[in-house]
């Protein structure tokens, strides 16, 4: 079973439109992330969470919230999507420094969204 | 803002040869790590280097770091079929908690 799951893997909806990602793990990891990734591009960081109560903006967080659940769950909403966020969306994890972490990421398989 | 730089950013050789590929960064690191990504998949990490070390090896994979330079490259030895993917490295800064990527390099091994 995958450490780092994502649902769903493939959306499409229309400008305006409320949209929820969902991310899970079963890795025990206290970090999780929201990266978007576009054609020919690396990824980008959307936001993160260090822990339940921690939440961070990332480098391109406009557009975009964050609710994080639990340990094991990280989620991302479009409060209103547009065009220009369609994109493939990654979830990943890491452990927390301290215990024996190496900054090393564990992604998820990602969502492909379209937004017409 | 994307701290690490990519070079090529595509790259296609033959099954059974060397792939290098190489990463510049602008600020100093904690460590440096690499990634692989199959089409449309998620990324899968590779190899991590760390800020004090020179050179580090895992199987085929070979990974450099040049502080003073501020580079690294990966070189991927025998190539096969299976190595065609997105290359991606990515960065620690010092100081912060996350990993920056840079854009990658794509890389194709014909047979």
């Known amino acids: 079973d995958a450490d780092v799951t994502q649902t769903p893997r493939n959306r499409i909806t229309k400008t305006g439109k409320r949209i929820m990602l969902e991310c899970s793990q079963t890795k025990g990891h206290d970090r999780m992330y929201w990266y978007r990734q576009d054609p020919g591009l690396g990824l980008r960081l959307i936001y993160y969470?260090?822990?339940?109560?921690?939440?961070n903006k990332g480098e391109i967080s406009d557009g975009y919230s964050v609710s994080r659940q639990a340990q094991a769950k990280f989620s991302l909403s479009l409060e209103s999507a547009i065009p220009n966020q369609t994109a493939l969306y990654f979830c990943?994890?890491?452990?927390?420094?301290?215990?024996?972490?190496?900054?090393?990421?564990?992604f998820g398989p990602g969502t492909r969204l379209t937004v017409l | 803002s994307q701290q690490g730089e990519e070079d090529p950013q595509a790259l296609s050789i033959q099954e059974g040869e060397n792939a290098t590929m190489n990463c510049s960064y602008k600020?100093?690191?904690?460590?440096l790590q690499w990634y692989r990504q199959n089409s449309g998949r998620g990324l899968v990490h590779l190899i991590l280097i760390r800020s004090n070390e020179r050179e580090k090896h895992s199987g085929r994979l070979r990974v450099t770091l040049d502080t003073s330079k501020k580079s690294s490259s990966l070189l991927i030895t025998a190539s096969r079929a299976a190595d065609t993917a997105s290359y991606f490295c990515a960065t620690v800064t010092q100081g912060a908690q996350k990993l920056v990527f840079g854009q990658g390099t794509r890389l194709t091994i014909n047979p």
């Open positions: 990943a994890t890491s452990a927390l420094r301290g215990q024996g972490s190496t900054d090393t990421q564990y």
């Open positions: 969470s260090f822990d339940v109560k921690d939440i």
């Open positions: 600020t100093s690191i904690n460590n």
